[in-house]
């Protein structure tokens, strides 16, 4: 093999190299000016070392984020999962109903999340919303669902909701519609019950596909951002101040730009951990469906 | 039996048009909104005049936000975000997925980590590089930072689409007499070509959609509509059939595209980890 053959690969991904340098570039600069005290009224810095990050930690707004963020994450990843596993099972049926309305279904998806948040706050507005409008017959006229704290995190998560169960559907579907025949055959003949075939078949054989969706949807919730600005901006009070939030705040309105980054750094080191387990996850499932080829 | 099965099956339709009526009634809703006379806003819900207005004023840019120049600009930084991303993932996917080689991996799992940093991390210091560089609020400043989108994307999906294809067919047409880089460009690159088609399409569904980027490394000149339609909401008077229009016609190129690439959408949503 001569060289040119040897450092072919090599000279192929050289433009994405760098490319990938010029992101990589502000993080590091982001890293760095993480151990100053670099602000809008501090241009010059000071080397303060690790004391941002101490502050961080011992801030109970800190504390308070991290709360609110991984209440959201859990709630968003918990409902989509299970309201999408169910919308993909009801398509797998294929009926008439179900194939019209499957076309549809990745529509909220493709809606830019920040627009979703808009649409939910305008329908929201307990005095002219039209949500509080439709409710008044059934006593439930005046909702107030983005003013009070528990509200605000609850429509929050179902605007999240409302955006991502398609694609938690589109996967299990796809999931589903690979499954093996065979076996559900089999359990047919037995004369085996549908709470049975689905707990002792489809579920362990779907599991890998719903685990992609979770984990996928899970991650991204840690770092919400979009929905809660446009939604919320965090209020009432710090009631849902996520980290992604927090650290916009702290950096672009109140111009502590070193402080701020220590926000996104400690939320990106948790997102890194969880990106270690989904891409050995993401690997395992990709050899498997190759061996099953 | 057979009775208990068609009441099964119609309960099952039933729970399905709950969830789409859940899906679909804020768009209808927007609709609706948007098609509202502003004097009659907040009288009425469902039975008004309706009229154009609102998108008149939405995109006769009256309301002193430009509105149709933010769509331009979302347009323009979509599309060279994905046209610099597949000029420079297209020959690094196929690498990849052709040679194992050092340094490979570890390109790819960096590219996929972009997908999952909080976007954040990067945009803050950006922003301050941005500053000095003179990039805050342009074109080539927002093109660069999509990247962090449109990038792992096109790179991870183009790899799977890659690693389909059987090798010998490339191999033949070495044999041939064909030249390392025919074979990619005549064999190799016209087979994945609906897979660049709608690996494109999503990218630019992805860019389009986004908005913390703009929000920050943008203030008016490079801002785009998912900035600006938020833009609607202030003010003194709330301007609800202003804000619904903007929504509405911001969401238009996206789901006109989504519906196109439907076939493809598994793949590219589960960076092709799920093949249908």
Redesign the interface.
């Known amino acids: 093999m001569g060289w040119r053959l040897t450092l072919?690969?090599?000279i192929?991904?050289v433009?994405?190299?760098?490319?990938?340098c010029?992101?990589?570039y502000?993080?590091g600069?982001?890293l760095y000016?993480t151990l100053f005290d670099?602000s809008a009224s501090k241009p010059q810095p000071d080397m303060v070392r690790f004391e941002n990050y101490r502050t961080v930690f011992t801030q109970d707004a800190f504390w308070n984020s991290a709360w609110v963020t991984v209440l959201y994450a859990v709630g968003a990843a918990v409902v989509e999962t299970v309201?999408g596993v169910?919308?993909a099972l009801?398509?797998h049926?294929s009926?008439f109903?179900?194939r019209v309305?499957e076309?549809?279904?990745?529509?909220?998806?493709?809606?830019?999340?920040?627009?979703?948040a808009?649409?939910?706050?305008?329908?929201l507005?307990p005095s002219?919303g039209?949500v509080n409008?439709l409710l008044k017959p059934f006593g439930l006229g005046g909702v107030q669902w983005t003013d009070t704290p528990a509200g605000a995190l609850l429509s929050s998560i179902a605007v999240d909701v409302?955006v991502y169960?398609?694609?938690v559907a589109?996967?299990a579907l796809?999931?589903l519609?690979?499954l093996p025949t065979s076996p559900f055959e089999a359990a047919a003949v037995d004369g085996a019950g549908w709470w049975y075939t689905f707990r002792r078949l489809t579920l362990p054989m779907l599991w890998p596909?719903v685990l992609?969706?979770v984990i996928?949807r899970f991650?991204?919730s840690?770092?919400v951002?979009?929905i809660i600005?446009?939604l919320t901006e965090g209020g009432p009070g710090d009631s849902t101040v996520v980290?992604?939030i927090r650290?916009?705040l702290e950096?672009?309105r109140f111009q502590r730009?070193s402080f701020?980054?220590s926000y996104?750094?400690v939320?990106?080191a948790v997102?890194?951990l969880?990106?270690m387990v989904?891409?050995r996850h993401?690997g395992k499932?990709?050899r498997k469906?190759a061996e099953a080829k | 039996m057979t009775v208990r099965k068609r009441l099964l099956?119609w309960l099952?339709?039933l729970?399905?048009?709950l969830?789409?009526l859940?899906?679909?009634f804020?768009?209808a809703?927007?609709v609706i909104?948007s098609l509202k006379p502003a004097n009659e806003?907040?009288s009425t819900?469902f039975s008004f005049t309706p009229t154009l207005d609102g998108y008149r004023t939405v995109l006769g840019d009256s309301e002193g936000i430009p509105f149709v120049r933010f769509f331009v600009n979302s347009l323009v930084v979509s599309v060279g975000a994905v046209v610099?991303s597949l000029?420079?993932?297209l020959?690094?996917a196929?690498?990849?997925a052709?040679?194992r080689?050092k340094?490979?991996e570890n390109?790819m799992?960096?590219?996929?980590?972009?997908r999952?940093?909080?976007?954040?991390?990067?945009i803050?210091?950006?922003?301050?590089?941005y500053q000095k560089l003179g990039l805050f609020d342009t074109y080539v400043g927002m093109i660069?930072v999509l990247?962090?989108v449109t990038?792992p994307l096109i790179?991870w999906i183009m790899r799977?689409y890659f690693a389909d294809l059987t090798p010998e067919l490339e191999q033949a047409a070495l044999l041939d007499g064909y030249t390392?880089k025919q074979a990619f460009f005549k064999v190799a690159l016209p087979l994945v070509k609906p897979g660049i088609a709608a690996v494109s399409l999503l990218a630019f569904?992805f860019a389009?959609?986004?908005?913390?980027f703009p929000?920050?490394l943008t203030s008016n000149e490079a801002q785009t509509v998912?900035v600006g339609?938020?833009s609607f909401?202030g003010g003194d008077r709330?301007k609800?059939n202003l804000?619904?229009a903007a929504?509405l016609v911001?969401?238009v190129p996206?789901?006109l595209?989504?519906?196109t690439i439907?076939r493809y959408?598994?793949r590219g949503?589960?960076?092709?980890?799920?093949?249908?």
């Open positions: 072919r690969p090599y192929l991904i433009p994405a190299l760098l490319l990938t010029g992101i990589l502000p993080f600069l982001g000016y670099f309201l169910a919308v009801l398509l049926r009926s109903v179900g309305l076309k549809i279904l990745i529509l909220p998806l493709m809606i830019a999340p920040v627009i979703a808009i649409m939910w706050k305008l329908m507005q002219v039209v409008h409302w169960t398609p694609f589109i996967l796809a999931g519609r690979s596909y992609v969706a996928f991650m991204d840690l770092k951002f979009d600005y446009a980290l992604q650290a916009y950096a672009i730009y701020g980054i996104t750094i939320l990106w997102v890194y969880a990106a989904l891409v993401l499932i990709q469906a | 099956g099952a339709d729970a399905l048009i969830y789409f859940f899906a679909l804020p768009i809703w927007m909104l806003l907040f819900y610099l000029v420079v993932g020959p690094a196929y690498a990849s052709r040679w080689f340094g490979s390109l799992f960096t590219l996929l980590s972009f999952f940093a909080p976007e954040l991390t990067v803050i210091p950006l922003f301050v590089l660069w990247q962090l990038l790179v799977s390392r569904i389009w959609n986004n908005f913390v929000l920050i998912t339609a938020l909401l709330p609800y804000t619904a929504a911001s969401v996206p789901l595209l989504a519906l439907q959408l598994v949503l589960s960076f092709g980890a799920v093949k249908s």
